[in-house]
C-alpha cells in the first residue's frame, strides 16, 4: 500500500487558531521554549547529535524512561550527565557490576546498635535522575529491581513499598549484548523503556571540534541547569495536554498492529507500546512549539519507542533481520493521514 504524503504546517500552531501566531510556543503547549534551552544547554558538551538529545528530552517530559545502547566511548554517560547538569534536580549513578545487589539499589535495612532499633537507608533510587550506567552487565537478579521502580515509581523492601521522588526518571546505557561479560536485558524490562537511543560514531569535523573542546577540561565541568523540578513538573503536566487528532491516533495503532502481522516478527509491538508512542509523540510535539501532534512526529519516534519491543523469530534474527527493520517495512506500509489539526 503506498505511502500518502503529509502535510507539515509552517506555523507553530493550527491555521486559524486564534491567539496561536506561527512560530510561538501554543497554550495548550504550555509555552515550552525552555526546552530549546535545555537541548542548546547539552549540545555544549554532545556534540552533533541534536536529534537524539531531542528524543531523550521527549522521554524525560513523556515521563518515560530511556535506554542508551551504543558501543563504549561514543558518549553514552556523558548524554546522561549533560541532561543531569542541565536540571537543578538530584541525580544519582550506579556503576552496574556483576557482583551489584538489589539492594545495592534499592536500598537496606541495618540494625542500630546505639538506637536498638532497625533503621531503612535508601539506596541510589531515591533520586530524581538515575543513571544506570552499563546496565547489562549487572545479572539478572539485579536488573529486576529496576522493573518496579520503573513501571510503579516505588521499590519494595522488607515487605513494605515506598514511593520514590517525584520526578523519577531512569537513564540506562549498554554495550551491544555480543560484548563480553554482558547479559541480555529480559523483554519485559526492555518494555519498560519509553525509547532506545542509539548514538554512534560522530561525524570527521564534529570529532574535531569535540578534541578542541576537550583539550583542557570537559565542558562538563562548566555546565549550568536551566531548568528546575518544579518547571520540569509542570511542562510534563503541559505536555498531555498536546492534542492528538483520532487519524493519528489510528495512526500509532496501525503502526503498532503492522508489526504484529509481520511475517519476520514472533511477537510485534505491545499496547504499552502504542501508548508509549503517543505520549513520546505530543512530547516531541511541545519541545518542537506545535499545540498538536503531527504524523511526522510519529515517523520520527517510531523506531526509537517500538523496535525494543518487537521479539524477532529465531530464523529472522540469523539472517540480520531486527525489530528496527520491522518498524521501518510497517512504516512503508501503514497509510499516513492527511488530516490531523484540531
Do not use: W
Not at 17 to 26: D, K, L, W
Not at 27 to 37: D, H
Not at 233 to 258: I, S
Not at 294 to 323: E, F, M, N
Amino acid at each position: 500500500m503506498a505511502v500518502a504524503a503529509s502535510r507539515s504546517p509552517a506555523g507553530g500552531g493550527p491555521p486559524g487558531t486564534p491567539g496561536t501566531p506561527a512560530g510561538r510556543p501554543s497554550p495548550a503547549a504550555g509555552g515550552l521554549p525552555i526546552f530549546g534551552r535545555l537541548i542548546a544547554n547539552i549540545e555544549q558538551v554532545v556534540l552533533g547529535k541534536r536529534e537524539g538529545i531531542e528524543l531523550l528530552v521527549a522521554a524525560l517530559v513523556a515521563r518515560g524512561h530511556v535506554l542508551i545502547e551504543d558501543i563504549p566511548g561514543v558518549g553514552k554517560t556523558i548524554l546522561a550527565r549533560a541532561l543531569a547538569a542541565s536540571i537543578q534536580a538530584e541525580f544519582r549513578r550506579v556503576q552496574c557490576t556483576p557482583d551489584l545487589l538489589p539492594s545495592d539499589v534499592t536500598g537496606v535495612t541495618v540494625y542500630n546498635p546505639k538506637e536498638l532499633t532497625f533503621e531503612f537507608r535508601r539506596g541510589p533510587a531515591f533520586t530524581n535522575i538515575l543513571l544506570a550506567d552499563e546496565i547489562n552487565r549487572a545479572t539478572p537478579r539485579t536488573q529486576s529491581a529496576f522493573l518496579e521502580a520503573m513501571e510503579e515509581r516505588q521499590v519494595s523492601v522488607d515487605g513494605h513499598s515506598l514511593h520514590l521522588p517525584r520526578p523519577f526518571f531512569l537513564v540506562a546505557t549498554q554495550n551491544p549484548i555480543d560484548l563480553a561479560g554482558t547479559f541480555p536485558l529480559p523483554e519485559a524490562q526492555l518494555d519498560r523503556f519509553l525509547l532506545r537511543l542509539s548514538l554512534g560514531y560522530p561525524e570527521d569535523g564534529v570529532e574535531v571540534q569535540m578534541l578542541k573542546a576537550q583539550r583542557e577540561s570537559h565542558p562538563i565541568a562548566r555546565l549550568q541547569p536551566v531548568m528546575d523540578v518544579p518547571h520540569l513538573m509542570a511542562a510534563q503536566d503541559a505536555v498531555r495536554k498536546v492534542f492528538v487528532h483520532d487519524a493519528v491516533l489510528g495512526y500509532v495503532q496501525a503502526l503498532v498492529a503492522e508489526t504484529r502481522r509481520h511475517p519476520h516478527a514472533q511477537f510485534g509491538a505491545s499496547p504499552r507500546g502504542a501508548l508509549a508512542l503517543m505520549r513520546a509523540s505530543q512530547a516531541l510535539a511541545a519541545i518542537r512549539l506545535m499545540s498538536y501532534v503531527l504524523p511526522d512526529h510519529v515517523k520520527t519516534l517510531a523506531k526509537a519507542v517500538l523496535a525494543h519491543r518487537i521479539v524477532v523469530r529465531p530464523r529472522s534474527r540469523v539472517q540480520g533481520i531486527d525489530g528496527a527493520r520491522v518498524v521501518e517495512d510497517a512504516l512503508h506500509k501503514v497509510v499516513v493521514p492527511v488530516d490531523y489539526a484540531p
